[in-house]
């Protein structure tokens, strides 16, 4: 055990000396101790991978969630999309905090807290459960696939896309490491397979498939048409002449759409509105200068693009929080400060776990214990 007994875990928290795998293991074992979400703040995309990969493989036996939120992997106003698997991710992760993921550990960069999302009802509202012997009236779904944003191809290769070849339906949900092929008898899904999107051919079976949407926004008529008005309202330009606006017009996502997410949604949320008052957070860095540090990266991006009349775009303020708000927001929750500066957090309860990192492993040197380690059938941590 790495707390004492007597460990008020309520409180506003400073780690002191936590190295090496310390830190996975103290969050693995406050996570025990004190179930809920546990959400752990990093400064960067490697960081978070890693620490996952860490806190992972030192839960041992322990059945805990451990979830991943990335961050796309372009920059403010970038011309680009994210990559598939990223915005793949991001709806998983979207869909399970949603529901039923309350009590789990969080991994994700700090910065994904200033980005504005989709709302719970959209996540909820238009993420839909298929199940064998259900009925299933093709047409009907088609269009409520097409709705939530997944692309009709002639080979399912992508999260995202689908194909109807007579009474089949090839289908890659958002969210899914796998393809599925659902075969139809009649007006009835008779049998689910999961394929290789590379061969075709089936690997499995399995009973149900969990869709989500495909995008983080929706591009049905009605949020087509709210773009279009937006568009009209918020920028100055002749629409004629404007690629964004006549691509949406024709039902065409251009590159870089989800920097305009705001004209898709009535109304956003971000992370904070998905999240449980009783919410744990835990600083690996110091989350304030990254906070900043991204704030700054948008503002001068907006200041560099926002003068082309042909992409015109939207003001920092529509779609991320400010790093201030944030901060203050994350000041209404129980925050765990790691290896902090002696002038930051002062009040907060100090733990200090006195880890050494240990001293190089020589193989050679260390032959017997290598040798043991060789024979072991399970894990061994020195």
């Not at 928290?13 to 190295?19: A, G, R, V």
């Not at 030192?58 to 990559?83: A, E, K, M, R």
Request: one cysteine or more; aromatic letters at 10%.
């Amino acid at each position: 055990m790495l707390f004492p007994a007597q460990y008020p875990h309520s409180n506003n928290q400073n780690w002191l000396n936590l190295k090496g795998l310390g830190l996975p293991l103290a969050i693995n074992e406050f996570h025990e101790i004190h179930p809920g979400l546990l959400v752990v703040l990093t400064d960067s995309v490697h960081h978070s991978r890693v620490l996952e990969a860490e806190i992972k493989l030192c839960s041992g036996s322990q059945n805990i969630d451990v979830l991943h939120f990335p961050i796309w992997d372009t920059l403010p106003y970038d011309v680009f999309s994210p990559n598939p698997d990223i915005v793949s991710e991001r709806m998983e992760f979207l869909a399970k905090i949603s529901t039923v993921k309350q009590n789990a550990i969080v991994v994700m960069p700090a910065q994904n807290l200033m980005q504005k999302l989709p709302n719970k009802d959209f996540i909820v509202g238009r993420s839909l459960s298929l199940n064998t012997g259900d009925t299933f009236d093709l047409h009907r779904w088609r269009a409520l696939f097409e709705k939530n944003g997944y692309i009709h191809v002639n080979e399912v290769r992508e999260p995202g896309e689908f194909v109807v070849r007579g009474g089949v339906l090839d289908l890659f949900p958002m969210g899914s490491s796998d393809a599925f092929r659902i075969e139809l008898f009649d007006d009835e899904i008779e049998t689910i397979r999961i394929f290789d999107t590379d061969t075709q051919l089936t690997i499995r079976e399995t009973e149900q498939i969990q869709v989500m949407p495909a995008n983080e926004f929706p591009f049905d008529d009605k949020a087509r048409e709210l773009f279009l008005s937006r568009f009209r309202e918020w920028f100055d330009v002749d629409t004629r002449k404007n690629t964004l606006y006549q691509d949406v017009r024709k039902s065409i996502k251009f590159s870089g759409i989800e920097q305009y997410l705001p004209m898709f949604h009535q109304e956003l949320a971000d992370i904070f509105d998905y999240l449980p008052n009783d919410t744990v957070f835990v600083h690996c860095h110091q989350t304030a200068p990254v906070l900043k540090t991204w704030e700054k990266q948008i503002k001068a991006r907006y200041e560099d693009r926002r003068h082309d009349v042909q992409r015109p775009i939207l003001h920092p303020d529509q779609l991320y929080l400010n790093a201030d708000t944030t901060y203050q927001d994350l000041e209404k929750f129980q925050n765990i400060f790691v290896n902090p500066k002696s002038n930051e957090s002062k009040d907060n309860h100090v733990l200090d776990f006195n880890s050494q990192l240990p001293t190089r492993f020589n193989t050679e040197t260390h032959e017997n214990l290598a040798e043991f380690c060789n024979k072991q059938n399970h894990r061994v941590l020195i």
